[in-house]
């Protein structure tokens, strides 16, 4: 039960292999600093990219691959239209399992040489070689990439204009534990036990902490998680949202009823800008990506 799904994630991947769009898909892994020995990474181009084009990075959740999220999301059809270059990456083994680590002080730490570091450098490859905007960079992830978005937001709020967590974990949720998959002998952070604990501030210490010193923009943050989720429990929304709310300064202001699809409840914080949560009602694990709610959070639609 506590393989964060794994299993229906592929299935659902190969299921949705039809939305990988037109345009072009290659492999790089020679795009410079990568401390952790991440493997090669897909990058997906439309047929026209946009002047100072956007630049979006897609996480896997445990077990996957870059080419399976690539086929997960609806992301690449978006692309097409909008012009934006994708990256898929993959991660490396944690004891037998490709998982992404959200738990070691060096990818907690702002180049810190860790999996968060090499993310960071593909971004940078990708902005030299497609002529990006850096003010137009996001990370998407489902499980343990949405647990890896929020860590990256946190390690490199300098890089990231905004990122969009499906069933995650705050950043530094895993702090302390030997490691960041199912595996691992401290599974504390997603099964809520140390949401239950946590103060708001507690939460927003612990992301300030990644790249201590910063006082700089922060990046929009959407988070969205499953009531009937099992393996990342769902008093981990509340934990997200409490620790950006209180590393923006804002406060919860309202709920709004099917938003954006019928059994979703948003929940906006300040004036909806910066923070937004998603309840899926009776929703399991990764929720279905929801393209223009995440593209318009981002100002991308």
Known sequence: MLLFAASKVLAAALVLSSRVGAGKTQSVSNWGDNPSGLPAMLVYTPDKIAEKTAIILGLHPCGGTGQMYQSMTPLPSYADKLGFVLLFPTSKSQSGMNCWDAHSNKSLTHNGGGDSEGLVGMVS?????????????????????????????????DV??????????????????????????DLSCPLGKKASTYTAKQWGDLA????????GTRPKMMIVHGTADT?????????????WSDVFGISFAKNVSNDPIANW???????????????????????????????KFFGLM
């Open 265 to 295: 409840k948003k929940i906006v914080y300040g004036d909806g800008t910066q923070l937004v949560g998603y309840e899926v009602q009776g929703g399991g694990h990764i929720p279905p990506f929801q393209g223009d709610a995440t593209l």
């Open 231 to 243: 393996a990342v429990v769902i008093s981990l929304l509340k934990a997200q949202l409490d620790q």
């Open 208 to 215: 300030r902490g990644c790249d201590a010193g910063y006082n």
């Open 125 to 157: 490859w990708a902005l030299k070689t497609y002529n990006g905007d850096p003010a137009k960079v996001y990370v998407v992830g489902g499980s343990s990439g949405a647990m890896e978005a929020n860590v990256l937001a946190a390690t490199y709020p």
């Open 160 to 185: 990231f204009a905004g990122a969009a967590s499906y069933s995650g974990v705050p950043a530094a949720c895993w702090a302390g534990s030997p490691m960041s998959t199912p595996m691992s002998s």
